[in-house]
């Protein structure tokens, strides 16, 4: 029988229609895409790491048509701590994920990948290990067991990202991650996005972050989601996001100082060939340096006017973003 969706219409991520206090201790987010084969081998070897534990274990279905909905609600029916989400259409990792975030009840959030590639035994470990003071645990495929077309322009993705974000972690792709409550109510994912939580959570204040070595396994049924243009989507994500962190609420700080390196480069130019033409009454008019020289001191001014309408504009806001206090005495 087809299981009806657990979602209203016109739900929207991020509206976290059960944000409040925590009900159990452990939520397990899953978002998958056609991998009906996995889920029950999957949710069955989860439920035997969490023993002990009160938890629950929310699948989200991102538009799959091989039958993962039917299968996760004949599942559901006799296991009352398998939840099910199923969303209208592909609408990508990052959504599913979000979805899951705002419908989870526990204390802790656990995310990892459908295809049992993520070992669900490494859970107790990591939620150790996040109990130990952290924010964010992140798993470290070091031994990834993928093809090399897949590990060789992972590694070169991480190694970019861990220079350009300060973060040492070593996988930033690895899908096995745990978080405290507060950090997953405190971000915001879309796009491909689901990437770079670690940075996210970073930027608002949840710099305990940590990593720990798990193990990964071949793929065991399927065929991979990713193509190598995910990369190419992650890196202009990851410069959105670094930009959009330093200088979204000072705009001139950026346009600012490219217009004024422009405008100083421009001007030594410009003010080098005057000091050619009246000492030594040379010719300029075959001199494409005075082309360059203008066409800079126009940028120079052209950045500088962005940066001061960007500083207006950043001013008239009438709504500010609240001020979050750790703790107090």
Aim: proline share 5%; net charge positive.
């Amino acid at each position: 029988m087809q299981p009806s969706p657990t979602l209203t219409v016109d739900y929207e991520p991020g509206t976290r229609p059960l944000a409040g206090p925590a009900t159990l201790d452990v939520s397990v987010v899953v978002p998958l895409l056609d991998e009906k084969e996995s889920i029950e081998e999957l949710t069955g070897k989860i439920e035997a790491s969490l023993q002990g534990r009160s938890f629950e274990i929310i699948l989200v279905d991102d538009g799959s048509s091989d039958g993962s909905w039917n299968e996760i609600g004949r599942l559901a029916s006799a296991r009352h701590w398998l939840r099910g989400i199923s969303l209208q259409r592909n609408y990508g990792k990052s959504t599913a994920l979000q979805c899951g975030f705002d419908h989870a009840r526990g204390e802790r959030i656990v995310t990892l990948d459908a295809d049992l590639q993520d070992d669900p035994n490494e859970i107790p470990a990591l939620l150790d290990r996040l109990d130990q003071g952290y924010d964010l645990v992140s798993g470290w495929k070091k031994n990834r067991q993928d093809p090399i077309q897949k590990t060789i322009p992972s590694r070169f993705f991480n190694w970019v990202t861990r220079l350009m974000t300060g973060i040492p972690l070593h996988d930033f792709n690895c899908g096995l991650k745990v978080y405290r409550r507060e950090v997953i109510q405190s971000i915001e994912l879309y796009g491909e996005l689901h990437r770079y939580i670690p940075l996210l959570a970073d930027r608002e204040g949840f710099s305990r972050i940590s990593e720990q070595k798990v193990r990964h396994h071949a793929r065991k049924y399927g065929q991979t989601k990713f193509g190598l243009s995910r990369f190419l989507y992650g890196f202009l994500d990851l410069l959105t996001l670094l930009l959009v962190r330093r200088f979204v609420t000072r705009p001139m700080h950026f346009f600012g100082s490219i217009g004024i390196l422009s405008l100083l480069v421009g001007s030594a130019i410009n003010l080098h060939l005057f000091w050619i033409k009246v000492v030594h009454q040379a010719s300029l008019s075959n001199r494409p340096l005075l082309i360059l020289g203008v066409l800079l001191v126009v940028i120079g001014v052209q950045f500088f006017s962005i940066g001061f309408l960007g500083e207006m504009m950043q001013q008239d806001r009438t709504t500010r973003k609240p001020v979050r206090i750790r703790d107090q005495v």
